[in-house]
């Protein structure tokens, strides 16, 4: 198991320990505009009375005569009570940090983890959703930081990293993508997380500055990353292993990559992972300066291919071998980077196809017929590109494509 496979906990640790602060909800004050976009709620919380010892009497302190669902109130309660001012801010702000991560929760409630598709066709962030989560995030942090700073003179602009709250900031992907688990093996599988990851940058930061790993220094990592696995095997259940491999494991991740233009359903990921997962595993930790091992597992790898075309239908297997054409890939990089809809990548990549068929099929001709030939191809190019693009996004793909260049 890899470094990455042992950090894929991490991120959800922060959001799971997010989600625990979003208990009690407080509303703004009545007076401030942001109250008036979420409903006010007050928690009822067990009364918590404190005897504090004086001299010559014995003060009474009850929480609920402080407590307040208007934050004004709460302040004045607090600060009546003899509460320092620093405990009051910590106090409020730590308060108002759980209401806005609450809101930027039920703003961004968890989605279902589609652990077959590749990050950009899962539909979890979309780019054009990712955009509009920024704006609205930006939003969320401005309004909290002007609340802050009205109601006890905090900026957390410049002192923010004290009242951070991790939970507003993190999204839900990590703890989607463990929700099969209960929350204890949540946390055990962060525990074997902490307890190889720390041996594992110790070998990392001894390698020479060219990153150059000797063949003892790969055993050890492989032998550690053996061990943290059999620990979370053994503490899982068979499915939940199974689950666990196809989320988090090198075979999956990897095979998420290739598929990246295909969209695989979870049955033919499925099938395709099995295939894929007994390649990986007879060659796990080859020695790069193995000439022989390396050409096996080159061969290896092509049969792969061929055996994919058993587990899928024909046209399946055809979407497939196209998902794999450089071309191909290139365009489908091009379409997400601009927002385009994913169809856009098959048309692009068979414009080019045709272009480059139809000029091979002059190569033949005198030089001015080839010229004019290729100015004419050049021009239904452009035209058939513009019809899909638009003026701006043609632009930039004009600058961008070596094969368009090569056609002049």
């Known amino acids: 198991m890899s470094k990455r496979l042992l950090m894929a906990s991490a991120g959800l640790n922060v959001a799971l320990a997010g989600v625990a602060m979003l208990v009690v909800f407080r509303a703004p004050p009545a007076t401030n505009p942001s109250a008036q976009e979420t409903p006010r709620e007050v928690t009822q919380k067990v009364s918590r009375v404190k005897l504090v010892q004086e001299p010559d009497e014995v003060i009474r302190l009850d929480w609920r005569a402080i407590e307040s669902g208007d934050y004004a109130t709460y302040i004045k309660n607090l600060r009546a009570a003899g509460c320092p001012e620093e405990t009051v801010r910590d106090i409020v702000i730590a308060d108002i940090n759980k209401h806005f991560a609450r809101r930027w929760r039920e703003m961004n409630p968890v989605r279902e983890y589609k652990y077959w598709r590749h990050g950009r066709s899962s539909g979890d962030d979309p780019t054009r959703e990712a955009a509009s989560r920024r704006k609205a995030l930006e939003a969320l942090l401005r309004e909290k930081r002007e609340l802050v700073r009205a109601l006890v003179g905090v900026d957390l602009a410049e002192d923010g990293e004290r009242y951070a709250d991790p939970s507003f900031r993190g999204s839900n992907a990590d703890m989607a993508a463990l929700e099969f688990l209960s929350v204890e093996k949540r946390d055990l599988l962060r525990q074997v997380r902490d307890k190889y990851e720390a041996q594992i940058q110790q070998i990392n930061s001894n390698l020479d500055p060219d990153n150059y790993m000797p063949p003892e220094v ?71 300066g193995d000439r022989e091992a390396q050409r096996q597992r080159a061969e290896a790898y092509r049969q792969l291919n061929e055996r994919y075309r058993e587990a899928l239908t024909p046209e399946r297997y055809a979407s497939f071998q196209m998902s794999q054409e450089p071309a191909y890939r290139q365009a489908l990089g091009f379409v997400y980077a601009w927002d385009l809809p994913k169809e856009t990548a098959a048309r692009l990549y068979e414009v080019q196809r045709s272009a480059q068929e139809q000029a091979r099929g002059v190569q033949a001709a005198t030089a001015a017929e080839r010229q004019l030939a290729v100015e004419r191809l050049r021009a239904q190019v452009e035209a058939s590109l513009g019809e899909l693009l638009g003026e701006k996004a043609l632009a930039a793909y004009k600058r961008n494509q070596p094969w368009l260049r090569a056609m002049q």
């Open 218 to 288: 790969r055993g050890q990592l492989a032998a550690l990353r053996g061990q943290a696995e059999a620990e979370i095997r053994e503490s899982l259940t068979p499915a939940e292993w199974e689950q666990f491999q196809l989320r988090f494991s090198d075979t999956a991740q990897n095979l998420r990559n290739a598929l990246a233009g295909f969209e695989p359903s979870e049955e033919e990921f499925r099938r395709m992972f099995e295939l894929r997962k007994a390649v990986d595993d007879q060659f796990r930790g080859l020695d790069p």
